[in-house]
């Protein structure tokens, strides 16, 4: 793990423990300060709640049932939820180009490796394909899963309907931990000191 990495906590208690902050300290590690309670700052955790509730309420029996249950409840998060996701990728769209321009895809050379594995070659990699088509097909998928277009049209057995749904996911999961970096590195530039320009 590189030292310029900065852990962001929710201020859980496992986190503001002593020898957890402790262990931070030793290793030289920054923490972000970061209220607590502040869904609002990560616009996503307010759809991962609702998600996590919904499932909640249908106390999924094994991990068939709770795959099902996550895949048939996200489908039916109303629309307009929908901002949530797209905030995100809008905000990483502007950081992305008010700081990088118009060769952002090939400016990230001093990023994390999984960040540079997903961005090389402009995402035409494996890596970076499976990215993105998390990021764009998953909500096809789900949208066929809710209306019955994977398994009475296309003929898509359950267990391929499940996979698809998994690997999308991961793929979409993956491209969430590169819109964090790219906002994050965006926030770093915005609030570094300048500077000061010497008197002459």
Known sequence: MKRGWVFQHDNDPKHTAWATKEWLRKKHFKVLEWPSQSPDLNPIENLWRELKVRV????PQNITALEEICMEEWAKIPATWAWLVSAVEWCVFVCNHSARGDQWKNSFISSPRLIQ????????????????????????????????????????????????????????????????????????HLTEDEPEQKRE
Do not use: K
């Open 56 to 59: 909640a309420q249908r106390q």
């Open 117 to 188: 594995a997903i961005m090389a070659n402009g995402f035409r990699t494996p890596l970076g394909t499976w990215v993105v088509s998390g990021l764009h097909c998953l909500p096809l998928w789900l949208y066929g899963y809710q209306t019955g277009l994977l398994s009475h049209w296309l003929l898509l057995p359950p267990w391929i309907q499940a996979l698809g749904a998994l690997l999308l996911a991961a793929g979409r999961l993956l491209a969430l931990s590169a819109e964090i970096w790219c906002i994050w590195t965006h926030i770093e």
